[in-house]
């Protein structure tokens, strides 16, 4: 039994092994989104396979080296919420989690990152877990996911939605692309926080195909929401959202309208899963955490595992006790500040420091 990283002959039996695990796999395990986060971030994959001794794979673990100014990182994977260890049994996940520290260790990292949906125990790693992932469980019957939505919020805002002559349109051209990229830098500017480039975006649909929808809100024919969905297995992801800050369009609930037929959609399609993604409560999240609270009727803890270098074997990897907490606040009030047309020259740059 060996660990080792994937090949290009083994490629083909990796993504049988996927389709195998369907149930616990996301798309950020896919080969597809190895090269939108290769050629958009410059992060080195380094994609494990653990083989049993007739060499057939019985678990996986898709790595990114990553470098930045903070040092060097290994993490499963950068900007996602959970794409752990998939594998047959404990002793395949054990190997892939010591391969990972000693691979991290060999390349003087800072650290490796594992982030999984459920609680495990790596030997020598340590648990965070801040993060928190909000889904919806659906079904043929609307009306019945309809019921469970809380009436004095959801419902409430789906209805004022659709009463104040908004409209909407779904797709993945690109001038959805173009909509919502100019909603997603308003947000990302308001939160304080950098932006993807437009490149991974496009990107992305050109590796998804049709399995990516932009559904876009309007009000008078302007863009005012838009949110970003992948479609993977029988699952829908609700990957990044974009908004204007007028108050007074917000006021309008158009992220409810669009949430809403999305949902339909998913449903008439036979999907089983709605996944907001993830919000924390440690740091500044822009109210994610209590909107997808809202619309979820399954709320999971996130556990990531970290391994650090014998220079940090002290560190604590709870953001709450992390030291550049108020640094990191600062920087966000600054940026908050910057002109929309910086934001996006510099947002490439910056964010390929935070994984």
């Known amino acids: 039994m060996v660990v080792e990283q994937l090949n290009h002959g083994d490629e083909q039996e990796y993504e049988a092994f996927l389709q195998k695990h369907s149930a616990t796999v996301a798309f950020e ?14 992060f080195i ?24 100014i903070f040092g060097t990182r290994f993490v499963s994977t950068p900007y ?16 892939l989690a010591l391969f990972a520290k000693e691979l991290s260790v060999q390349e003087k990292a800072s650290f490796v990152e594992i982030r999984e949906r459920n609680e495990k125990n790596y030997a020598n790693y340590k648990k965070s877990s801040t993060v ?34 908004l409209t909407w349109n779904c797709g993945s051209s690109k001038q959805e692309l173009d909509d919502f990229f100019k909603l997603f830098l308003q947000t990302r500017k308001h939160r304080g926080v950098p932006g993807y480039p437009y490149q ?20 008078d024919g302007k863009p005012i929401a838009a949110i970003f969905l992948i479609y993977y297995q029988k699952e829908v992801r609700y990957a990044f959202a974009g908004a ?14 669009i949430l809403w ?15 907001f993604g993830g919000a924390t409560l440690a740091t500044n999240d822009g109210g994610l955490y209590e909107f997808k609270r809202k619309w ?24 709450n006790n992390n030291q550049d907490t108020l640094l990191l606040k600062l920087a966000s009030k600054i940026w908050q500040k910057l002109p929309l047309f910086v934001i996006q020259k510099i947002s490439p740059y910056v964010i390929r420091q935070f994984v």
């Open 244 to 257: 204007t800050y007028d108050k007074e369009m917000l006021n309008l609930q158009p992220y409810h309208l």
């Open 45 to 68: 994959p380094y994609f494990l396979v653990q083989k049993d001794s007739d060499g057939k794979i019985e678990g996986v673990l898709p790595l990114f080296k990553a470098k930045s």
């Open 200 to 219: 991974y975006f496009k990107d992305i649909i050109t590796a998804f195909s049709e399995k990516v929808n932009i559904y876009i809100t309007k009000k």
């Open 261 to 275: 037929e999305a949902i339909k959609d998913a449903c008439a399609h036979d999907y089983q899963v709605f996944n």
């Open 132 to 165: 928190f992932n909000f889904s919806l469980q659906l079904s043929a019957n609307i009306e019945e996911i309809w019921k469970k939505l809380p009436k004095s919020s959801v419902r409430w805002g789906i209805k004022k939605a659709q009463n104040s002559g």
């Open 296 to 319: 979820a009727d399954k709320i999971e803890e996130v556990h990531s595992y970290f391994y650090y270098s014998s220079d940090q074997k002290n560190k604590d990897p709870s953001p």
């Open 80 to 95: 996602s919420i959970t794409t752990g260890i998939i594998a047959e049994n404990k002793s395949a996940e054990d190997k």
């Open 29 to 42: 395990h896919t080969l597809s989104w190895r090269e939108v986060m290769g050629t958009n971030f410059g």
